[in-house]
């Protein structure tokens, strides 16, 4: 499309929008008076409207039923989980049975590291995307060393080519190749959450699997932002957290996927609990753990109801969408619009004072752009935060924007590059 750099432009695409309703579902924080430029929704989701809704309908359960709300009413808490497991199939292209929704995501992680890295003295590394988020670093740091191995030894991150922000897919493959009879896992984010690079998932999958390593991918940035695939791509796990593009709330509770092919495979170890027991037995209480069929015999804890029904309220904003491919549609056009406003901003500038580190390539990007200021990034962050403008700001020297299909407009777009541009003229 040829975009224009105009507030009557950028107000003609929100008017043709056929997403444009979904953003009163959303409340939005306000700034001055008037609804703030809301560009963080990587970092957390708006609330739903109707999540409070949903939320005092667990509670009048909870006062009404007490006890017998596990078994009985309209949504016996019981199986409740199950109810949001046909929308998260969609979201990930995952069979029903293949997700669950538990813990949280660095919780999860470990659990499934427990199932799926069985290092032994020849296959023991995992290789993993450099630069990782922090916690993913943390969780494969220590689990190497629960298995008794040196971390500098195990753990083998592939960085970017001098000069270069994100990883070739190319260079991925060949570190796998070059590792491959050590190699005990692969595990990548779907999305890198400081430069927004989409991972060829497809590709590193079938090159993890040719080197016989297992392949696993936190999708905490891909979740509810961009298609995958993981099924049909035969990703053996993921895992990923609910508060980011899918708006379930601070600390939400987040969901993981286990391949099918993995369901009856007897040599996964699991570390069990009781909401992992086959629920047809769980409350015979007896000794002997029976798993429950499928990615809920990961479950380890009783399900958190309360969170359960936020995460709820917002993935059937999800099935109004009518599933992400709309959204993915919006987010395109929306992201498009913001790099076309920034490359508008350099060449009246006259030099390259914002460079976006994000790939170019739609296909290799979500609705994130990571931008880097020539001059003065923290100061030109803050400017933007105090004038409503809200983003965020990575170390050492990113700042993330990141337009979101089900609630932000081509106008909130715009208004934020004119914000950047008003800024860097300030700041000069
Ligand atoms: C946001 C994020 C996390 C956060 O993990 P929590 O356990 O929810 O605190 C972890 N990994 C990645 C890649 C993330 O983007």
């Given amino acids: 499309m040829d975009f224009e750099n105009s507030k009557a432009f950028a107000l003609s695409l929100d008017e043709q929008d056929e997403l444009k309703n979904l953003r009163k579902e959303f409340l939005i924080p306000q700034h001055g008076g008037r609804d703030a430029i809301y560009l963080c929704g990587n970092s957390l989701g708006l609330q739903p409207v109707r999540a409070a809704a949903y939320l005092q309908k667990q509670l009048t359960n909870w006062h009404e039923l007490a006890v017998e709300g596990w078994f009985n009413g309209d949504e016996p808490w019981l199986q409740y989980h199950q109810s949001l497991r046909a929308t998260l199939g969609g979201l990930f292209g995952a069979l029903e049975d293949e997700v669950t929704v538990m813990n949280s995501l660095t919780v999860n992680l470990h659990l499934l590291l427990v199932s799926l890295y069985k290092p032994d003295s020849k296959r023991f590394k995992i290789l993993m995307e450099g630069g990782a988020f922090p916690s993913d670093q943390y969780a494969v740091e220590s689990q190497v060393l629960f298995h008794g191995f040196d971390p500098k030894e195990a753990i083998i991150e592939v960085f970017p080519r ?170 395109l056009l929306l992201t498009a619009y913001l790099e076309y406003l920034i490359g508008e901003i350099n060449q009246k500038h006259g030099e390259e004072l914002l460079t976006i580190i994000t790939p170019k390539e739609p296909q290799w990007r979500g609705c994130q752009l990571s931008i880097i200021c020539k001059r003065n990034g923290k100061l030109l962050f803050d400017h933007l935060v105090k004038n409503g403008v809200i983003g965020d700001w990575r170390e050492p020297d990113v700042i993330r924007l990141a337009p979101v299909p089900l609630y932000n407009t081509f106008s909130d777009v715009f208004s934020a590059a004119n914000l950047l541009d008003e800024s860097l003229v300030i700041l000069k």
């Avoid at 590792?179 to 989409?198: C, K, M, P, R, S």
């Avoid at 609990?273 to 009783?302: C, H, I, N």
Wanted: contains cysteine.
């Fill in 162 to 331: 001098a000069g270069e922000y994100t990883l070739r897919t190319e260079d991925i493959i060949a570190a796998i190749g070059q590792h491959a009879d050590e190699l005990a896992l692969v595990l990548f984010g779907g999305i890198n959450y400081y430069t927004g690079q989409v991972f060829d998932m497809q590709a590193i999958t079938k090159a993890g699997h040719q080197a016989g390593a297992y392949v696993g991918f936190d999708l905490a940035h891909a979740a509810g932002n961009v298609p995958v695939k993981l099924h049909d791509w035969g990703v053996d796990f993921a895992c990923w957290c609910s508060y980011k593009y899918i708006n379930s709330g601070p600390g939400g509770i987040s969901g993981i996927f286990v391949h099918r092919k993995h369901f009856e495979n007897p040599d996964l170890k699991r570390f069990y609990g009781w909401w992992g027991y086959d629920l047809r037995k769980r409350f015979q209480m007896t000794p002997g753990f029976v798993p429950a069929q499928g990615a809920e015999g990961w479950q380890v804890s009783t399900s958190p109801i309360l969170l359960l029904a936020v995460h709820k309220a917002a993935l059937s904003l999800f099935d109004e969408a009518g599933g992400l491919s709309m959204l993915r549609k919006k987010s």
